[in-house]
């Protein structure tokens, strides 16, 4: 019966893709969870069902219920890791080897049974918790309106509101949220994987605090396009700026495993990051490498991004390594200073709260 239900709304309403909510289920055999499972392997079996997106939320209630990492491979998963970590690293915490293992596709966790990067389904927000906008405006969850007096909803949220709790008028930590939105935003489309954006967050669409808003049928759960503030709007093409990016660029989306990129890791002193270092600090500079894309035209083939999620700047010495120098094509500090050049080793001053990202010329 599932697997009818499934065929007719691929065959006859032309559904693309399916993502499983409390998917961890689709697997429970009598010994647990099995990635093998009688729906796993008839899905794979089926000539409609295993050609399309399948996407499961990797968790559910029962015991056993926590499976990231663990579905068959032609499945997507929800990676809750790279939200936790995210949210964490751009709070200030160290979080710099988890933080690193997200942005280049949780190989840790997907590097195996022959699954793909994509299989990172990388996520900040989604319809359950805060939205982008909330994340970096309330510290506590603002639940009053569901009726439950506030006990409903996640309570361990990693967010931060930098000085005021919800909607403020002053200007230096309405700076800091929007660059603060900027940074988890390039994060997300800069990461390899497949990138998952709530809708409106890419206009800073806010729950006011509701963070499980799931009953509500209000101007707390609508997504209202008219009347975007100036922020609002800016937000909105600095995030169509990035899916462009991505789209264009192979080296922010990397396909395989086994694609041959060469990755470096760099501490601010412009050297290579040492063991030591990656317990020491959290602001961090790697670069990606593909020598097969020189020859196309208009495709990069060197890439470096740093990142400071401290509040002050950092001097970053730019590193120096192949040929030619670097372009600043995209910064999300408040004054970025795009295509600035660089040919030779200097003391980048890298903002606070911000991230660089630099191409060969």
Known sequence: MVMDSLRYWAESMHIDGFRFDLGTILGREPEGFDPRGGFFDAVTQDPVLSKLKLIGEPWDIGPGGYQVGGFPPGWGEWND????TVREYWKGDNVSTDFAARLLGSGDLYDLRG?????????????????????????????????EENND??????????GEEGPTENPDIIATRERQKRNFLTTLLFSHGTPMLLAGDEFGRTQKGNNNGYCQDSEISWIDWKGLSENDAALREFTRRLIALRAEQPLLRRESWRDGLEIRWFNAGGGPQQAEQWDEGSTLGFSITRPDLISQDGVWHDVLMLFNPF???????IPQFGEGGWVLELSTADDPAAGTVITTAVDYELAGRSISLFRRP
């Open 81 to 84: 890791k790279y939200r936790d």
């Open 115 to 147: 699954r793909r990067p994509w299989a990172s389904v990388n996520f900040i927000t989604a319809h359950d918790g805060f939205t982008l906008n909330d994340l970096v405006s309330y510290n506590e969850k603002h639940n009053a309106d569901n009726g």
């Open 153 to 162: 909803g996640h309570n361990d949220n990693r967010s931060y509101n930098y």
């Open 311 to 317: 509040e002050g700047p950092v001097a970053f010495q």
